[in-house]
């Protein structure tokens, strides 16, 4: 904060020490003799006479804040097109309000009006197409094996992993509130078709990790096991 606005703060007038002003000026005591009753500047003090003597009021007048370069109307169009299309960038919806509204709208102004609705942008949740026998194959899998503590210590988790060349890094993100992670809107499925990328594999366990070591070639199952 600076010095002037600090100083401003400081010598704000309370309401009560505002309504003694006043009382003080009406029974006919001069500002000087009036601050030795109110430890405040004359400035102050006429101030605050003047405007009891115009407006009839002592309060302090509120602070102006800069008119928003949206409407109401606007912000609840903004909204409804990032809930329509979660991944739609901020920079397209100003593009689309600034092509119909002919007004400069910038990308942070549209990003502040969807965090002010609660929308925000954060990475879809990566996952796989299961299908109904993958989750009936799992479930008693994992049923059976709920219960294990110390055989936990003897297990190595062993997997591979494409790095596709072909397809987005990461950085697309999807406007959704919280709690709305697993929707189906908000989940993006990864690509399992042949695209060029590079393999790797590697396990961890409890105790140790292996370094990861690069498949040339296809993984088949005869070389997985090999």
Not at 21 to 43: H, K, P, W
Not at 135 to 160: I, Q, S, Y
Not at 209 to 221: E, K, M, Q, W, Y
């Amino acid at each position: 904060m600076s010095r002037r606005k600090q100083r401003s703060a400081f010598d704000q007038v309370s309401e009560f020490n505002r309504g003694r002003i006043v009382a003080y000026r009406d029974c006919g005591l001069s500002f000087r003799e009036n601050g030795s009753r109110v430890e405040r500047n004359q400035t102050n003090k006429m101030t605050i006479c003047d405007r009891w003597v115009q407006e009839g009021t002592t309060d302090r007048r509120g602070q102006s804040h800069p008119l928003q370069c949206t409407t109401s109307r606007e912000d609840r169009q903004i909204v409804r097109m990032a809930a329509t299309d979660l991944s739609v960038t901020s920079r397209n919806v100003a593009h689309h309000i600034e092509s119909v509204t002919h007004n400069s709208v910038s990308a942070r102004t549209i990003r502040r009006r969807l965090q002010q609705s609660g929308l925000s942008a954060r990475r879809p949740l990566l996952s796989l197409p299961l299908t109904q026998n993958h989750r009936r194959l799992r479930h008693p899998w994992c049923d059976e094996r709920r219960m294990w503590m110390a055989e936990g210590n003897e297990l190595v988790f062993t997997d591979e992993s494409r790095i596709c060349l072909q397809h987005h890094d990461g950085r697309i993100r999807v406007r959704r509130h919280r709690g709305e992670r697993r929707l189906n809107s908000c989940v993006m499925h990864r690509h399992t078709g042949p695209v060029p990328g590079i393999m790797v594999w590697g396990d961890i366990g409890y105790h140790s990790r292996t370094p990861l070591v690069r498949i040339v070639g296809t993984l088949n199952s005869q070389r997985y096991i090999s």
